[in-house]
């Protein structure tokens, strides 16, 4: 009894709308409840001709009633959620939109637990039991609550379905085998639903095995794309690497082109002023003649005219005037200006021709090509760039290199063996211009710039701009070289040549030709080898020069290439090597 008074409390306090207890209950003039959005909603819903309705009665309002809070029924509200959180489950448990309720349910219906196939009917829990304890009941096929229970009725005999015809793929009633369906292929429903559920198994593991393939490709697609993104990264560090070593390149040169024009500036302004000082000493010397033969010419004693006239005459003849043909140049540096254009045209081309064939193609369909392209095409424009900037540019600066050893001898340094660098057998002499291989080994101290391996030793100065050096040698075997200052000094590659730091011709008396060697690649020179070779270097502009020294200057081998730091001369002794003095 306590339970049918709360659901008849439940009921009158549930909205006819939306069938639930009252939310912010509001009651309207007619004394109808319902929840405020519900009301509100069905009147906005409404709103013709400003006339609003119940939806319970049909009386009609005008204006729009003013909707306020019943706290009384908000109260009463409270309270039955109360007690139905006391009371026992199967009270919670009211069919809402989207459930199917129990069929014997009166008022407001509970939500079915179960449906029975036999009974096609579906229960709450409470309507459910005789299902438990009735004997002819308990045979009954219960399945989760289905709305769907009407499609096992035959629409033709209104009887339950239990029958499958294979012939026409339908579910039939007995009455249907009956009659339309008479000697057709049948089988009980249950028959035909497990070779069927065999089927639906069979296609189940197959979609699993689907499943597991596309899981496999998809972490294989997540995987990819996480290996582009890699690449992709790798390739735009690379890349702004590539382009920073470019622009420092460029910088680099520019601060060179800079120093060379102010260079040649100062010694084009020495060579006018000179000429200039020169011209303004003729010119007072011509002054002073032209007023002493202006004198002479007004004497008026015909005797000393006569007189004076001898010491005077050479006065007249003409002088040798000043050659200013080689300075007269009214624009000194149009070479220059015309060279840097030309590069900047160079290196324009170069970017957009190899930008083209670097940029990704449709057609590619690998990250890691279009990466590798990617890299090696900017390893060759970088190549690319500095041969144009290095040989093409900073050739126009540079002057012509020298024909004649008077030329060579214009850029001589005076060169001196550094002590700390000269292996241990190697005996200075002649102020540190002649190394000797001799025993025992030296007495000298302790240095980490000494080649410990080889016989091997350098110039105390470093060798920068034009530069040009004699070395007499005695022995069978002398290597001359050049080579950066932070060149190996142990083992093999210390050896001059036998690496990418330094540039060695050997010299050696006991081949009949010399050889060119850098970084272990021997160039045969032909030609026997001499006792007197001369180098010139042109750093700025890469050139190394090797000449045999007689009456003449024979080329022996030239090297074009960038040196990116001084260079030191280096020397390998196995008999006598001295840097001759040059006048």
């Keep these: 009894m306590a339970q049918q008074g709360i659901q008849m409390d439940q009921e009158k306090i549930c909205c006819s709308i939306c069938l639930d207890l009252l939310k912010d209950p509001v009651t309207i003039p007619c004394e109808h409840s319902y929840c405020m959005n519900c009301i509100e909603d069905c009147w906005d819903g409404e709103n013709q001709n400003h006339i609003y309705s119940c939806p319970q009665c049909r009386q009609t309002f005008r204006p729009r009633p003013d909707l306020k809070k019943n706290t009384v029924l908000a109260d009463l509200v409270e309270e039955v959620k109360k007690t139905r959180l006391e009371s026992s489950p199967a009270d919670l448990c009211y069919a809402g939109p989207g459930d199917v309720s129990c069929d014997f349910c009166t008022g407001r219906k509970l939500k079915a637990v179960k449906s029975c196939l036999q009974c096609l009917v579906s229960y709450c829990d409470q309507h459910l039991q005789p299902h438990y304890h009735v004997a002819a009941l308990k045979n009954h096929k219960l399945v989760d609550p289905s709305k769907k229970l009407q499609e096992n009725i035959c629409s033709a005999h209104n009887e339950v379905m239990k029958i499958f015809c294979r012939t026409d793929q339908q579910c039939i009633c007995y009455l249907c085998s009956l009659d339309e369906h008479k000697g057709h292929h049948t089988v009980s429903a249950e028959t035909e639903r497990n070779d069927k559920q065999r089927v639906v198994g069979l296609n189940q593991e197959k979609i699993q095995q689907r499943i597991q393939d596309r899981e496999k490709d998809v972490r294989m697609l997540q995987q990819q794309v996480e290996v582009i993104n890699q690449s992709a990264d790798k390739a735009v560090t690379n890349s702004e690497e590539t382009f920073k070593d470019l622009i420092c390149l460029i910088e680099k040169r520019i601060c060179d082109v800079k120093q060379q024009i102010r260079s040649k500036q100062t010694d084009e302004v020495r060579k006018v002023r000179d000429l200039e000082e020169k011209l303004k000493q003729e010119l007072v010397e011509f002054r002073r003649i032209s007023s002493?033969?202006?004198?002479?010419?007004?004497?008026?004693?015909?005797?000393?005219?006569?007189?004076?006239?001898?010491?005077?005459?050479?006065?007249?003849?003409?002088?040798?005037?000043?050659?200013?043909?080689?300075?007269?140049?009214?624009?000194?540096?149009?070479?220059?200006?015309?060279?840097?254009?030309?590069?900047?045209?160079?290196?324009?081309?170069?970017?957009?021709?190899?930008?083209?064939?670097?940029?990704?193609?449709?057609?590619?369909?690998?990250?890691?090509?279009?990466?590798?392209?990617?890299?090696?095409?900017?390893?060759?424009?970088?190549?690319?760039?500095?041969?144009?900037?290095?040989?093409?540019?900073?050739?126009?600066?540079?002057?012509?290199?020298?024909?004649?050893?008077?030329?060579?001898?214009?850029?001589?340094?005076?060169?001196?063996?550094?002590?700390?660098?000269?292996?241990?057998?190697?005996?200075?002499?002649?102020?540190?211009?002649?190394?000797?291989?001799?025993?025992?080994?030296?007495?000298?101290?302790?240095?980490?710039?000494?080649?410990?391996?080889?016989?091997?030793?350098?110039?105390?100065?470093?060798?920068?701009?034009?530069?040009?050096?004699?070395?007499?040698?005695?022995?069978?075997?002398?290597?001359?070289?050049?080579?950066?200052?932070?060149?190996?000094?142990?083992?093999?590659?210390?050896?001059?040549?036998?690496?990418?730091?330094?540039?060695?011709?050997?010299?050696?008396?006991?081949?009949?030709?010399?050889?060119?060697?850098?970084?272990?690649?021997?160039?045969?020179?032909?030609?026997?080898?001499?006792?007197?070779?001369?180098?010139?270097?042109?750093?700025?502009?890469?050139?190394?020069?090797?000449?045999?020294?007689?009456?003449?200057?024979?080329?022996?081998?030239?090297?074009?290439?960038?040196?990116?730091?001084?260079?030191?001369?280096?020397?390998?002794?196995?008999?006598?090597?001295?840097?001759?003095?040059?006048?």
């Excluded at 040989?391 to 005076?414: C, D, G, I, M, N």
């Design 292 to 583: 002493e033969l202006e004198q002479l010419s007004q004497t008026e004693d015909h005797i000393q005219f006569l007189h004076d006239y001898p010491f005077m005459s050479h006065l007249s003849e003409s002088t040798n005037p000043a050659n200013i043909s080689s300075v007269h140049r009214l624009q000194y540096f149009d070479d220059i200006t015309v060279a840097v254009s030309k590069t900047t045209d160079k290196l324009e081309d170069i970017l957009k021709e190899d930008w083209t064939k670097t940029s990704p193609r449709a057609e590619d369909d690998s990250g890691f090509k279009i990466q590798s392209q990617i890299l090696q095409d900017l390893s060759r424009l970088r190549t690319e760039l500095r041969n144009v900037m290095d040989v093409s540019l900073l050739k126009t600066l540079s002057p012509a290199e020298p024909k004649t050893r008077a030329e060579f001898l214009q850029y001589s340094r005076h060169l001196t063996l550094d002590p700390n660098t000269a292996f241990t057998l190697l005996l200075l002499s002649k102020r540190n211009r002649k190394a000797t291989l001799n025993r025992p080994f030296q007495s000298y101290d302790h240095h980490p710039d000494r080649f410990m391996d080889q016989l091997q030793v350098l110039s105390r100065e470093s060798l920068t701009g034009r530069c040009y050096w004699e070395v007499e040698q005695r022995g069978t075997a002398t290597t001359v070289a050049v080579t950066y200052k932070d060149i190996s000094r142990t083992r093999r590659e210390s050896a001059f040549g036998y690496n990418d730091r330094s540039w060695a011709l050997d010299n050696s008396a006991q081949f009949i030709n010399a050889k060119f060697i850098h970084n272990s690649i021997i160039t045969p020179i032909s030609g026997p080898p001499s006792s007197r070779i001369g180098v010139y270097l042109d750093h700025s502009a890469g050139i190394l020069s090797f000449y045999r020294v007689s009456d003449t200057m024979t080329l022996i081998h030239r090297v074009q290439t960038t040196f990116t730091q001084p260079l030191y001369a280096g020397f390998t002794v196995f008999g006598s090597v001295e840097l001759c003095e040059l006048k």
